[in-house]
Structures are given as structure tokens and as C-alpha cells.
């Protein structure tokens, strides 16, 4: 057996093409971009509308930072499983690739665009919402980073069971929010304590919540898609 | 029957001396409880209100664990089960979530405060709502148990970080909670007199034996259900 015929170098391959062929029909239709983009300028404009001018709390405007960015990723990251029962295209999926690399390919295709998600609206926080600055980058830096990983995690597998469901996108908050509920009151904790300029040390406990959280959503979603997967 | 009597036996006594024994500051008899500084009468709600959210937390348990068989097995019994646990689960959710409501007003001065374990009893409730929500989404009987079964697991792996990791970072007022003198933690261990201790873990066991008799009945139905439908 030569290196590159290797089972587990097969399913990387698969991976990778599951995640190049959701990349590059994205960028055809730019469907779920723009949708994000537009939801994240109309949602921070209403916030400026809503504060009109007054300031608010750096803790309000932490926590808002968050509710900013779990309602867009509601909007977007359904998306790539929706997509595959729309077209159809489920069916050839399922037979031509192991549910493990499906799964692992739309993680990666999520953990892309939560993360250029979270960046964008973190940018156009800072830059508009005036009230909001950042006193401890390192904090801020892991709460968002740790914050998009765990949102996109949790979300791939909700997004499973919802294109399965038939309902699009009514039940998708609803079922994400209690999932996504300790990521978010964590990760609006620590970014919390990044504004009121805490040292790093006094963040320790929220990153190890939010890293054991990714491990353990990660893990059950990876042994259940199988289930959710196949008809 | 023999359960529906001893339970009924049970639980009456337990009612019976958990609202009908005294509250005395100097216990002279064995019925008399003793007094708890700044919780007087309100104290008996332990009797109640800790049973209920164990039976809460045993009948979702009881859920998963129906739910993981059913991935096992696809035995559509296996999903009557989890459904009817899950139902139960949140009826007594419910429960607990108003007898607490109620017992906080008179003691910590509001209904609802965002305690940490407020929080995730809330956020329970929260997972069973979406829960039957998905289950009513979904028309295909075989969709509808598999998909529910999942969710259900994936709900239940996140619970944890509600019951044990949030009391400890987050300050509260339920025993249990970070900043409590006797230490943070999901065991509390209660201040309470031998007595006390003794109607405690009956109402614990009357509720148990009361979530078996209740799932046992509620399986019995749905099952009869089920095969009237499928007859047509």
C-alpha cells in the first residue's frame, strides 16, 4: 500500500473535497456571505439607532457584542446542510462519502465563515459603537477566537437535524440557543472582563469552560451525525 | 398495585409530617423539627421542591437513555419511552421552576433573580421546549425518533456545564453556588437534623417510586395508542 492510498489519508481528501465543494459554491452564489454581511450592518446599525447617541455600559454593550454575532450565525450557518436537501444532492453525498469526512468538511466550511463572521462584526463594533473599547487584547483575542470555534461546532450539528427536519429555518434559534447558552454566557463573561481591563490570569477559568465545551460538542456530534445522516 | 398502595402509603406520610410536624427552637420530641434561623416554616419546602427536581432530572435521564437504545435498536418502543420520560421530565421541570419561584419571593425578595441554578433550570426547560418543538416539526415517524433521540443526547451533553461549572464561577444565592460558606458544588450538604434527614430521603424515594408508577402508566398508554393508530 503506497502513502497516499493510506485510509486515513483517503478521508483528509474527502474532507478537503466536501469543504472545496461548499467554498466554491458559495462563491458562485454568495448566498450565505451576503446574507451574513447584510445581517451583521443591520443589526449594529439598529444598535446605534436604539442607543441613539447616549452611551451604554461597556457590560451591556460586551453582552450585545454577542447577541450581534449569535443571531447572524442563526442566519448563515444552517446553510450548508439546508442547501444539500434543496438540491437534492443529499442522496449523492451519502453514497459517495463516509458521514465522518461530510461532517468534517461542513465543521471546516462553518469554523471559515463563523470565523470571518466574528471578525467582521467585531471590526465594525469597534469601529462604530464608541463605548466599547477593549482593555485586555489577550482575553478578547481567545474569547473570540475560542467563542467562533464553539458556535460553529455547535451549530453544524443543530444545522444536521434541521435540514433533516424539513423546517428550514423557523426551529433553528430554537434549538441552537439552549445548546449555545454556556458558550455564550461564558464567552460574554470573559469578554466582559477584557473590557473592564482585567489580567489574563483572572480569564483562566472561563477558557478552560469554553475549551472543554468545543471538545465535548465536537465529540458527541462526530459519534451521532452518522445517525442524522443516513436514512 | 402493590406499588400504587405502598406509594400511596408513602407519600401520604411523608406529606403528613413534612407540613404537620412542628418547627420548635428547642426540640424536646421526635417530631419536632428543629429551627432554622431565617427560614422558619419556609424550610419544609425542602420536602417538596428537592424531590420534584430530582424526579426531573432522573426522568431526563431516563429519556436519553431510551433515546440512545432507540439509535441502538429502532424499536419504536424505545421512542415512546423517551418521549413519555421526556414529558414527565418537564412536567415536574415545571414544578420545581414555580415552587422555587414562589419560595424565593418570600425569602430572597423576588420571584426570579438569574440565579445560576435559576439559570439552568430555565435553560432546561428551554432544551425540553425546543425538544417537542422538534418533534411536532417532523411527520415521519422514524425521522421524528432518530433526529429527537439526537438532539436530546446533544442537549444532554451540554447540561453539565449548567449544573456543575456555572455555580462555581458565578455567585448566587442557592445553596450550592460560589461564595456559599459550605462550599460550592453540585452535592449540597444540608444542615439538617436526623429527623429532617429521614422525611428528606422518604419524599426522595416516595418521588422515585411516584416517577416509576407514572412512566409505567404513561408507556401502558401511548404503547395502546400507538398500535390503535397503526391499525388504522
Known sequence: MTAANTPLLRWLRATGAVFMKDWRSELRTRYAISALVMFVITTISIILFALGGEGASPEVLSGMLWVVIFFAAMSGLARTFVMEEERGTAMMLQLTTAPSAVFAGKLLFNLVLGAGLTVLTVVLYLIFISGFTVKTYSIFLGAITLGSIGLAAASTIIAAIIARANTKGTLYPVLSFPILLPLLMTVISATRLAADGMPFSEALGEFQILISYIVVVVTTSVLLFEYIWKD | ?232
Open chain 2, 1 to 232: 398495585m402493590t406499588l400504587r398502595i405502598s406509594l400511596g402509603i408513602l407519600l401520604t406520610l411523608v406529606i403528613v409530617a413534612a407540613i404537620g410536624f412542628p418547627i420548635s427552637a428547642s426540640p424536646q420530641h421526635w417530631y419536632e423539627f428543629p429551627l432554622i434561623p431565617g427560614l422558619e416554616e419556609k424550610a419544609r419546602l425542602i420536602f417538596f421542591h428537592v424531590p420534584t427536581a430530582w424526579l426531573s432530572v432522573m426522568a431526563f435521564c431516563t429519556s436519553m437513555f431510551y433515546g440512545i437504545l432507540y439509535l441502538r435498536r429502532r424499536d419504536p418502543m424505545d421512542d415512546i419511552s423517551s418521549s413519555v420520560a421526556a414529558g414527565l421530565g418537564f412536567l415536574f421541570c415545571i414544578l420545581a421552576t414555580v415552587t422555587g419561584a414562589i419560595w424565593a419571593k418570600f425569602n430572597w425578595g423576588s420571584f426570579w433573580n438569574w440565579d445560576p441554578r435559576e439559570t439552568s433550570i430555565f435553560v432546561l426547560l428551554l432544551i425540553y421546549g425546543a425538544y417537542f418543538s422538534l418533534r411536532s416539526a417532523v411527520d415521519v415517524e422514524e425521522k421524528r425518533a432518530t433526529l429527537s433521540s439526537v438532539y436530546s443526547i446533544i442537549a444532554a451533553v451540554t447540561v453539565p456545564f449548567f449544573i456543575f461549572i456555572m455555580p462555581r464561577i458565578m455567585t448566587g444565592l442557592h445553596p450550592g453556588a460560589k461564595g456559599d460558606p459550605d462550599g460550592a458544588g453540585p452535592v449540597v450538604e444540608f444542615k439538617m437534623s436526623p429527623n429532617m434527614r429521614v422525611v428528606f430521603f422518604a419524599s426522595l424515594i416516595g418521588f422515585t417510586l411516584l416517577f416509576i408508577w407514572m412512566f409505567r402508566l404513561r408507556v401502558r398508554a401511548a404503547r395502546l395508542e400507538y398500535f390503535e393508530h397503526a391499525k388504522g
